[in-house]
């Protein structure tokens, strides 16, 4: 939750069109090196994914970026505003969705965004319609008189992230913010943070779901044992791990040896089958390649039913960079970052 500060207009002059610049943010936990030169950079109006394994350092980047906690060396400017020197000023333009819903469970869920937005200082008729615009938002409308603790988890969670935006924020911190929920709510909340990017606002978004990542992030940043291990687009990330296959399906599935080693005499020797699958897999870069490999089949008489090329899923990404495979949609794992 964003506090109250004085205005003040001391910005650091930041780097055109980044929101966020993060160079050798390094935190510790007694011997535990929760982040290790953290470089990272959020260009305004967009969503930046980190990914990693749990204990890799992400909800400690956010509890830093967002004033929680104070990094023992480097430096963080956000919105042009540094995270140890200017706490209070910083907090009035971002705002933050935890791991947890941290809404008052004896408060209706209308009191929980009428509260924060006048602990904003917003005017009560202000607060008022914004809580309300919130309320239709999230399609909580008609539970709005209801106390919190009534709410489903999935509830809970869009009166949590409608609290962090009662200010408008122009950054928004999402940690694991559809953790636990049913795929219809996961698309509300999706469907609500591309609305918020695009009327502007920035967001940094740690996820353990790949097709999260995939839906919001126009860049990625991959942290593993607090460092940065890999940062692009979803594209870029992709082909660092390989580009496209090229898989062919037989005609005659009893073929597939044979046409493999035709490829390999033909200076292809990347070709692969699988009996399983029923499919002949080549690795290409270019469409000459998949020109050469079809020109080849064709030449030897070899009879093709189907052809597709596939690039790497973002679980692939996840898989060869981290050497660990991205947590599974269906058991959704906690951070297990230490708590300052």
């Known amino acids: 939750m964003t506090r109250i500060a004085s205005p003040r207009n001391d910005r650091a002059p930041a780097t055109a069109g980044n929101a966020v610049e993060v160079r050798g943010i390094v935190k510790h936990y007694g011997q535990t090196k929760a982040l290790d030169g953290v470089d990272l950079t959020v260009r305004q109006g967009t969503v930046l994914g980190v990914l990693g394994p749990n204990g890799a350092g992400k909800t400690t980047l956010v509890r830093v970026l967002s004033t929680l906690i104070k990094p023992d060396a480097g430096t963080a400017f956000v919105d042009g505003y540094d995270v ?52 239709e938002r999230f399609s909580l409308t008609e539970a709005a008189k209801r106390t919190a603790k ?95 296959t090229l898989q062919v399906r037989p005609t005659r599935p009893a073929e597939l040896p044979e046409m493999a080693r035709c490829l390999r005499e033909n200076g292809i020797t990347t070709a692969t ?38 690039v790497p899923s973002l679980d692939e990404v996840f898989l060869t960079i981290t050497g660990k495979p991205a947590p599974a949609d269906a058991v959704p794992t906690l951070a297990k970052e230490p708590v300052a």
């Open 150 to 244: 009534t709410y489903s988890g999935g509830m809970r969670r869009r009166l949590d992230l409608a609290a962090s935006m009662m200010g408008r924020p122009k950054i928004l911190y999402l940690d694991e913010p559809t953790t636990g929920l049913d795929p219809r709510t996961r698309n509300e909340v999706w469907d609500e943070v591309q609305r918020m990017v695009s009327e502007g606002a920035t967001v940094l978004l740690t996820t353990q779901y790949m097709e999260e990542a995939e839906q919001l992030a126009s860049e990625l940043t991959v942290i593993d044992r607090g460092k940065v291990i890999a940062s692009g687009g979803v594209a870029e990330l992709k082909a660092q791990v390989g580009g496209r």
């Open 84 to 135: 140890v020197r200017q706490p209070k000023q910083l907090r009035r333009t971002i705002g933050l969705t935890g791991q947890y819903a941290s809404v008052d469970e004896m408060l209706s869920g209308y009191e929980n965004l009428y509260l924060i937005g006048r602990l904003l200082d917003l005017s009560r008729k202000d607060a008022r319609a914004r809580a309300t615009e919130l309320l």
């Open 273 to 310: 089958f699988s009996t399983d699958t029923e499919l002949l897999s080549v690795p290409i870069s270019g469409e000459d390649e998949l020109t050469a490999v079809v020109g080849v089949l064709g030449t030897r008489g070899f009879g093709i039913a189907g052809i597709d090329t596939k």
